[in-house]
């Protein structure tokens, strides 16, 4: 029996229905997806320990495919062996005609790989280049902490590897020392336009990993015995705490030099060039598999029989009891205290009652306070570093997600904007993720605007306005004014299902609220009642406004001011306080402009009815200033600076 002619001729197989599925399609990548037919077939036909009939069985080992525009080759495989896919309750096995709906609008074969299409297999949304080996080391930290033992591959381009996240992702590999991940680097000398550099090479790409600590295997990635051989390797020095890479040479195209070389990255082939690929591939499996026989097949080995970990939940306590019991009375009784320290605490109060909650920090643990989580001896092992490699820490948390915890992703707000497109990919992935922003806004003063949060919030409130796969907004955005706000909506974020953005602040502020107030997702609290004009806030701006008010009072206006703490919001609720207000609304926020006030403005715009709106906004670069009130006053969005507006408005001169 040959191991290797099987190997041959199902590889040949998966790849004849790869060409017809994208010449069907249109589009897709069948000379990517050509270059890893071998690979594939080894990986799923031999070496992982996995079911079909339960693609998402958890002891079973995972493959995520970094390359995402190879996604065709896994489809072909998976229609050869009847993988199951669908959504939750209308499951069923993929056959050949469904591989060949790749890429319409009704079909669950999405272009890329996408778990929330239907096809579970996946752990992750890819196609951005760079991210799948951080969600690898996520699924990685996840099956080391419920005790499986698994291995997850992850095959990557070798244009591909010229992102910086991949090396970010090794870095934290070795650091973890999470030898249940391995590598499988695809080295097929083209990437889109041209041949890769030579610093993408199997030999330097090797170096590189072996640099970082890694074992590589350099290999043939068309030859059957030398794949199996490297998996081998690779489980046996995994098993050993040695962590282990493999890089392949392979070709683009394999098995058909009509589409062969450059200038074929995603473009399919049709007509006679379609037809003499398939006859190629035809006289090559004659060649390769003289020695098949009877009886010549490949086995899928199961995985251990084991369930996934219940998480023990339970409730938190309040945030005055929380202060208490981490021995913060007597914080409490000044009546101020910062909000990235409020969320830090609640963090710690929900890792104690929510066994699935991780803490994830890119190097500055002591600032956002999830430090706090990690000091905690009860906790540590559910806090996991990832210095200063932002893109990482979001992909990372996104497979951590994909294996059934809660992640917890803390920065500085400013760096999380490193990190957009890692973050909408989560969100594509269905991640239940939560990304905390610390120094929000202008309240990094004296560090200058490369500290300073600017135009995160117009970012994340455009996701917001979006649905994602289960209906809800794409992302909540929550500003919370004072710490009790914080700590509950930190709960509130653990509660939920999927991505929320919370920013956070580094000056201590005063209690607005106290432990009564109920916060929710959407919702929003009316912090003094008027009948001239509403003022809408959020964060470290409320507190201005707050001082704002006196000012106005003495002028004889009467207004009502809103904490605008979540994005989305009721805006039927806030239209009929606007009304309420002579219909004069002004909106102030510490970030650039597209943020709150525009999604208060969209809101009136929506309404039809007559409204007036003025936003107040950071709107020239900062600078360094010594004190935040400095600041403020040099953007022209002080107390004083927002009363003048407000009377302005209604025709006040002087305030």
Request: glycine share 10%; proline share 4%.
């Amino acid at each position: 029996m040959s191991f290797e002619a099987a190997v041959h001729a199902k590889a040949i197989q998966l790849d004849h229905l790869v060409l017809d599925m994208c010449a069907e399609a249109g589009a897709g990548h069948p000379t990517s997806a050509m270059s890893l037919g071998h690979i594939t077939t080894v990986l799923m036909y031999h070496t992982m320990r996995w079911v079909p009939t339960h693609p998402r069985y958890p002891s079973s080992d995972r493959l995520v495919l970094s390359e995402g525009h190879a996604v065709p080759i896994i489809y072909a495989a998976c229609a050869d062996l009847g993988v199951y896919f669908g959504h939750e309750d209308d499951m069923r096995p993929m056959t050949v005609e469904d591989a060949k709906t790749l890429r319409a609008i009704d079909s669950h074969i999405d272009g890329h790989p996408n778990p929330m299409e239907g096809f579970p297999f996946f752990d992750a949304a890819t196609g951005s280049l760079g991210m799948g080996l951080s969600v690898a080391a996520g699924l990685g930290i996840a099956a080391r902490k419920d005790g499986f033992d698994k291995q997850i591959y992850c095959i990557i381009g070798d244009g591909e590897s010229r992102e910086g996240q991949i090396w970010e992702a090794v870095d934290f590999i070795v650091d973890h020392k999470l030898s249940n991940v391995v590598p499988i680097f695809n080295c097929n000398q083209y990437a889109q336009s041209d041949k890769v550099s030579n610093q993408q090479s199997s030999g330097v790409t090797a170096k590189k990993l072996e640099a970082a600590g890694f074992i590589a295997e350099v290999i043939d990635g068309h030859a059957p015995e030398a794949i199996r051989a490297a998996l081998e390797i690779a489980a046996q020095k995994g098993a050993n705490g040695e962590p282990v890479a493999i890089v392949a040479n392979t070709v683009k195209g394999w098995g058909s030099p009509v589409c062969q070389g450059g200038g074929w990255h995603g473009k399919p082939l049709t007509g006679e060039k379609l037809e003499l690929a398939h006859e190629e591939l035809d006289a090559l499996r004659v060649q390769l598999t003289s020695s098949l026989v009877a009886g010549d097949d490949l086995k899928i080995y199961p995985p251990s029989e084991s369930t996934a970990p219940e998480p023990a939940i339970s409730d938190a306590p309040s945030f005055t009891g929380a202060m208490k019991a981490y021995d913060m009375a007597s914080v409490l009784s000044t009546g101020k205290l910062s909000t990235r320290k409020a969320f830090g605490l609640a963090l710690r109060a929900l890792g104690h009652v929510n066994s699935s909650v991780f803490a994830l920090d890119a190097d500055v643990k002591n600032s956002t306070f999830t430090q706090w989580f990690g000091d905690d001896k009860d906790l540590e092992d559910r806090m996991v570093e990832c210095k200063i490699a932002e893109q990482n820490m979001i992909s990372v948390a996104a497979g951590l997600s994909s294996a059934g915890k809660v992640p917890f992703a803390a920065t500085f707000s400013k760096f999380v904007t490193r990190a957009y497109d890692q973050i909408e990919l989560a969100i594509n992935s269905g991640a239940n993720l939560k990304v905390v922003g610390s120094h929000s806004g202008v309240g990094a003063a004296s560090d200058g605007p490369s500290q300073m949060s600017l135009p995160d919030i117009a970012w994340f409130r455009s996701l917001s306005s979006a649905k994602d796969h289960r209906g809800n907004p794409a992302c909540y955005v929550l500003q919370p004014a004072d710490a009790f706000a914080a700590y509950g909506l930190t709960q509130v974020m653990a509660d939920y299902q999927g991505m929320c953005y919370m920013r956070t602040c580094r000056p201590d502020v005063e209690f607005l609220y106290d432990d009564s107030t109920v916060f929710n997702l959407g919702g929003f609290e009316v912090l003094t009642s008027g009948r001239d004009l509403m003022i809408v806030s959020a964060g470290y701006m409320l507190h201005e406004c707050n001082k704002a008010l006196e000012a106005l009072d003495k002028a004889g206006i009467d207004a009502t001011l809103i904490d605008m703490y979540s994005l989305p919001f009721d805006s039927d609720g806030i239209l009929d306080i606007a009304n309420d207000n002579g219909g004069m609304i002004l909106t102030v926020e510490d970030n650039y402009g597209g943020g709150l006030g525009s999604a208060v403005a969209d809101a009136v715009t929506g309404s039809g009815d007559g409204f007036t709106i003025e936003q107040m906004h950071v709107g020239r670069i900062p600078k360094s200033a010594r004190t935040v009130d400095d600041e403020l006053a040099y953007l022209n969005l002080t107390a004083k600076d927002i009363a003048k507006c407000a009377a302005g408005m209604l025709g006040v001169a002087a305030v």
